[in-house]
C-alpha cells in the first residue's frame, strides 16, 4: 500500500470543508473551524495538521481529489520519497 | 459530441475537465468574459493580504487547456442563445453550436450607479490588483470605507484592519444579512465590529460618491463619510438578458432542476449561477459558495455525458470578521424557515441559529460557534429535527 505524507497549512485554511465532505476519514474540522489530518478517521497521537497515512490506490485518489477541492491550497501532499503529489510543482 | 461551456470559473472549468476524463475525443470549448486561466477567489483575500503570491492563486495554467485538448476562448463574453437551433452568439460576432451547453457564468457583481477612482469591488483578480494598486498609491493617506452587509463586506473590513487603516462601513439594513439573521444575532456583529473601532453605519442608503476624478467621501440616507477607497459589497447581479430572451426560466438564478437540467433541451447550468432544486432542503436555492459551485462542476458533467446525476450536497460558506468566525450551512433563508431556534446569546459571544422546516433542520448561521457545525451539517443530511439534536449543542 502507498504511504503519502498528508499536511493542512492551518495559515492558509479557511474552514470551507470540502475536504472535510470528500474525504471524512482523513479530514475534520477542529474548534478553530480549521482542518486536523486524520487516520481512517482516527488521532493516534492525538491532533495534528500532519501526518503519514498508509493507504489503498482509491484512497490515495480520494484524498488527491479532497486536496483539489480545497479553495485556498492549504493542503500538501508528498509520497514516500518526498515528492510534492499536490499541489503539482 | 461539442459540449460548450459559458464561463470559466470553477464550475464551469471542473465540469470540462470531468467532461475531458469521461469522454476523451469529444469537443470541449470554454468560453470565458475573463483573461485569466481559472484562479481560486477564495484565495483573492489572502493574496490581498500578502499571504501568498500573486501566482499562487492559479489553480491551473494557460498551457493546461491545450494539455486537456479544451478550446479555452478568453476576452469573449456570450450575449445571444438560440436554443432551438442551438448556437450561442458571441461578443467576438461569432456563433458557437453546441450539442450540450453548460450556463456557468457565476455572479457578476452588483455595482452602484457613480463611478470615481477609489471604489473598489471585489470579484476578480482585476479587482484584487486594483485595490492593491490603490493602496500603494495612497499609502498612509487611505480613509477605508465599505458598503454593504455580508461576505465581501467582511472581507474588506478584514483587509483595512491588515493594513491598519481606519473603518467607516455603512449598509442599508438594520444589521449585516437581514435576510437571514435575527435581529439579535445581528447585534452580536455590529457590537464586534464597534469594539474593533470599526465606524459603523446601519440603515443608510447610498446617495452619491464625492470627488472629483478621485473619491473622497460619500453621502448616504445617515450623513457625510470621507473615504479614499470605497468598498463595495452589495451582493450580485447576474445579467440574465440574453438567458431569459432564449426563453430559459430565470428567477433569482437560472433555474434548474435536482439534475442541473434548465427548462430548455441540451442546456445545464451549474455554480453560482445556478437555481436549483435541492430535494435535501426540499427547496430551490441559489448557493454562492465553493464547494457548491465545484461539485455541482461535477456532478453537471455526468448528466451532461448521459449519466444523469442527482446533485445532493450540504455545502456551507465560511468565514471571519475581525476573527469572529461565521458559518452559515444549508438553507439559511429566514422567510423559508418555519422555525428558527437560538444557541446562545450576545452576552456569551456566540449565537447559532438552527432552521427548521416541516419539522426537520435545513440550515444553521453559526456566529462564533464553530464547534455547532458538525451536528447542524448532520441534522440537514439526515433529516432530522431539532429537538432530536438538542443535546449536541453546549
Ligand atoms: C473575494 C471572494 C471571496 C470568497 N470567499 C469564499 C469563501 O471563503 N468560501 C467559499 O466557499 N466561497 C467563497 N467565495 C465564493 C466562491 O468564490 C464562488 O462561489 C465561486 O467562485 C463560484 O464559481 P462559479 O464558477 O459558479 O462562478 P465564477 O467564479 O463567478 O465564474 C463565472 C465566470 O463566468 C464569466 N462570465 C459571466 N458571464 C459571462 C458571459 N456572458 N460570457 C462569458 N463568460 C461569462 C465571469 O466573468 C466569470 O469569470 C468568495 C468569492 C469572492 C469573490
Ligand atoms: S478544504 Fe481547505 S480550507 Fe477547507 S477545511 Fe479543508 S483544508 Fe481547510
Redesign the interface.
Known amino acids: 500500500m502507498p504511504r503519502i505524507r498528508v499536511m493542512v497549512d492551518p495559515?492558509?485554511c479557511?474552514?470551507?470543508?470540502?475536504c472535510v465532505?470528500i474525504a471524512p476519514e482523513t479530514f475534520q474540522?477542529n474548534?478553530?473551524?480549521k482542518a486536523w489530518v486524520f487516520d481512517h478517521g482516527q488521532e493516534p497521537e492525538g491532533h495534528t495538521y500532519e501526518r503519514w497515512l498508509e493507504v489503498t490506490d482509491d484512497e490515495k485518489e480520494n484524498v488527491i481529489l479532497a486536496a483539489q477541492?480545497c479553495?485556498?491550497?492549504a493542503i500538501f501532499i508528498f509520497d514516500e520519497e518526498g515528492k510534492q503529489l499536490f499541489p503539482e510543482v | 459530441m461539442k459540449y460548450f461551456i459559458i464561463g470559466g470559473g470553477v464550475a464551469g472549468t471542473t465540469a470540462a475537465e470531468e467532461l475531458r476524463k469521461r469522454d476523451a475525443s469529444s469537443e470541449i470549448t470554454i468560453l470565458s468574459e475573463e483573461h485569466h486561466p481559472l484562479y481560486s477567489r477564495v484565495l483573492l483575500p489572502h493574496y490581498i493580504k500578502g499571504k501568498i503570491p500573486r501566482e499562487r492563486v492559479f489553480l491551473k495554467r494557460d498551457t493546461w487547456y491545450a494539455q486537456q485538448n479544451i478550446e479555452w476562448i478568453d476576452g469573449v463574453l456570450a450575449t445571444h442563445l438560440d436554443g432551438r437551433n442551438k448556437f450561442v452568439g458571441g461578443s467576438d460576432g461569432r456563433e458557437y453550436s453546441y450539442d450540450k451547453l453548460l450556463i456557468a457564468t457565476g455572479g457578476e457583481t452588483r455595482s452602484i450607479e457613480e463611478d470615481l477612482r477609489g471604489v473598489s469591488y471585489c470579484r476578480t483578480l482585476n479587482d484584487a490588483d486594483q485595490f492593491l494598486q490603490l493602496l500603494t498609491e495612497q499609502g498612509k493617506t487611505t480613509r477605508g470605507a465599505v458598503y454593504g452587509g455580508g461576505f465581501i463586506a467582511c472581507e474588506y473590513i478584514n483587509f483595512f484592519a491588515h493594513f491598519q487603516i481606519p473603518i467607516t462601513l455603512a449598509h442599508r439594513g438594520e444589521h449585516f444579512w437581514t435576510r437571514n439573521l435575527l435581529p439579535e444575532t445581528g447585534k452580536l456583529i455590529a457590537k464586534h465590529l464597534i469594539k474593533n473601532n470599526v465606524d459603523l453605519h446601519p440603515n443608510s442608503i447610498l446617495e452619491r460618491l464625492e470627488g472629483d476624478k478621485e473619491l473622497e467621501g460619500f453621502v448616504t440616507s445617515t450623513g457625510r463619510y470621507a473615504a479614499t477607497i470605497l468598498g463595495i459589497g452589495i451582493g450580485i447581479e447576474p445579467d440574465f438578458s440574453w438567458i431569459r430572451e432564449a426563453g430559459v426560466e430565470v428567477g433569482t438564478g437560472v433555474k434548474a432542476n435536482e439534475f442541473l437540467e434548465t427548462n430548455i433541451p441540451d442546456v445545464y447550468t451549474a455554480g453560482d449561477i445556478a437555481e436549483f432544486d435541492d430535494p435535501i432542503t426540499g427547496r430551490q436555492l441559489q448557493i454562492g459558495n465553493w464547494m457548491n459551485a465545484m461539485t455541482q462542476g461535477r456532478i453537471v458533467a455526468k448528466s451532461m455525458s448521459g449519466e444523469r446525476t442527482s446533485f445532493q450536497i450540504v455545502s456551507s460558506y465560511a468565514t471571519n470578521v475581525l476573527g469572529l468566525e461565521i458559518i452559515f450551512v444549508g438553507d439559511v433563508e429566514r422567510a423559508a424557515a418555519e422555525e428558527i431556534q437560538v444557541i446562545g446569546s450576545i452576552e456569551e459571544g456566540g449565537i447559532t441559529q438552527v432552521f427548521e422546516r416541516d419539522g426537520r433542520v435545513v440550515g444553521g448561521v453559526l456566529i462564533g460557534r464553530n464547534t455547532d457545525r458538525t451536528p447542524i451539517t448532520k441534522a440537514i443530511q439526515e433529516r432530522r429535527s431539532f429537538r432530536e439534536i438538542s443535546s449536541s449543542f453546549s
Open positions: 495559515d492558509l479557511i474552514g470551507a470543508a470540502s465532505t474540522l474548534e478553530e473551524n477541492s479553495p485556498t491550497l
